[in-house]
């Protein structure tokens, strides 16, 4: 993260993922592709990066709650493309799994606070 080399660091695991035959391997890879995907702002393919690796049953409670996280950022700056409320509320569903999966997650929680009194602003 203090690097920021994104780019590299999703080149490297996405060579790794053509190579790699085990499932959780896969899934913990893939998790870490949707985040640097996120980063390079390709939010829609980041969402189905990490969707796929939530689907593997036996993902940890970090990577679901960081699959989750991402997820929530990628709607976060979706909606503020669209402005589209549905957007706002995937975004809080989705960080609301990343802190029930893993209760430590600050940053995710964090997000979340911002997006909560972005929903009721809106309602006001």
């Excluded at 700056?77 to 809080?92: P, R």
Aim: proline share 1%; with cysteine; glycine share 4%.
């Amino acid at each position: 993260e203090a690097f920021r080399r994104y780019d590299e660091a999703l080149e490297i695991v996405d060579r790794g993922l053509e190579y790699v035959v085990n499932e959780d391997v896969k899934a913990h890879a893939q998790v870490f592709a949707a985040f640097y995907t996120f980063r390079k702002a390709r939010f829609n393919e980041s969402i189905a990066l990490a969707k796929e690796g939530l689907s593997y049953e036996f993902l940890s409670k970090e990577d679901k709650s960081r699959a989750y996280h991402t997820i929530g950022l990628c709607y976060t700056y979706i909606h503020e493309d669209t402005g589209q409320l549905s957007d706002l509320d995937a975004g809080i569903k989705a960080l609301n799994e990343a802190v029930i999966m893993d209760p430590s997650n600050a940053e995710a929680k964090r997000v979340l606070k911002a997006l909560r009194i972005q929903r009721e602003r809106l309602y006001l």
